[in-house]
T-cell receptor
Framework: GAGVSQSPSNKVTEKGKDVELRCDPISGHTALYWYRQSLGQGLEFLIYFQGNSAPDKSGLPSDRFSAERTGGSVSTLTIQRTQQEDSAVYLC??????????????FGPGTRLTVL | GEDVEQSLFLSVREGDSSVINCTYTDSSSTYLYWYKQEPGAGLQLLTYIFSNMDMKQDQRLTVLLNKKDKHLSLRIADTQTGDSAIYFCAEKSSNTGKLIFGQGTTLQVKP
């Protein structure tokens, strides 16, 4: 079946511009995660959605970052007023549910963001 | 706090076994994972182990878990050039479900 998809695969933007990154989780998966992979910081958790519960935003690095998940499926990660340190690969993952063996997270191919 | 540590680099000859090691800090982690990342690609789930298990074998992959020492290892038997990649160890936070990743081990397989 189809895996997690993300778009765009690459995004180059100028410092100060806003960007939106999209994630389509595996159909039927109720949990959705955003992570960031950068050279200096490795793989970092950003935000987590589970069903209709309030998202866990504890990993968002600043208030310029926000995310939403509409209809319990597609998610958009928005970065406002981008800075050069935001350059990274943004990875989305989804899982069937939180807890237990079904919570295995499957990752999308990522969006490579470059801020000039 | 939660932390996962891995060695950064491992080089082996084709046909040899590779052993990638990982230590973690959250003793209440229920699942531990190994992911593989090839150049320019996303993270591919290789295998996982439940915390009440000591060992899990899946074809050429063997995962060993020492819960007392909070040590996890991934053994790849008969390593092939196609196994060259970055391998990430991850623990699942018992509180939030998020994954805490190690820095990744780059495996280089020489022909």
């Amino acid at each position: 079946g189809a895996g997690v998809s993300q778009s765009p695969s690459n995004k180059v933007t100028e410092k100060g511009k806003d960007v939106e990154l999209r994630c389509d989780p595996i159909s039927g998966h109720t949990a959705l995660y955003w992570y960031r992979q950068s050279l200096g910081q490795g793989l970092e958790f950003l935000i987590y959605f589970q069903g209709n519960s309030a998202p866990d935003k504890s990993g968002l690095p600043s208030d310029r970052f926000s995310a939403e998940r509409t209809g319990g499926s597609v998610s958009t990660l928005t970065i406002q007023r981008t800075q050069q340190e935001d350059s990274a690969v943004y990875l989305c993952a989804s899982s069937f549910r939180r807890g237990g063996s079904k919570d295995t997270q499957y990752f999308g191919p990522g969006t490579r963001l470059t801020v000039l | 706090g939660e932390d996962v540590e891995q060695s950064l680099f491992l080089s082996v000859r084709e046909g040899d076994s590779s052993v990638i090691n990982c230590t973690y800090t959250d003793s209440s982690s229920t699942y531990l994972y190994w992911y593989k990342q090839e150049p320019g690609a996303g993270l591919q789930l290789l295998t996982y182990i439940f915390s009440n298990m000591d060992m899990k074998q899946d074809q050429r992959l063997t995962v060993l878990l020492n819960k007392k020492d909070k040590h996890l290892s991934l053994r790849i038997a008969d390593t092939q050039t196609g196994d060259s990649a970055i391998y990430f160890c991850a623990e699942k936070s018992s509180n939030t479900g998020k994954l805490i990743f190690g820095q990744g081990t780059t495996l280089q397989v020489k022909p």
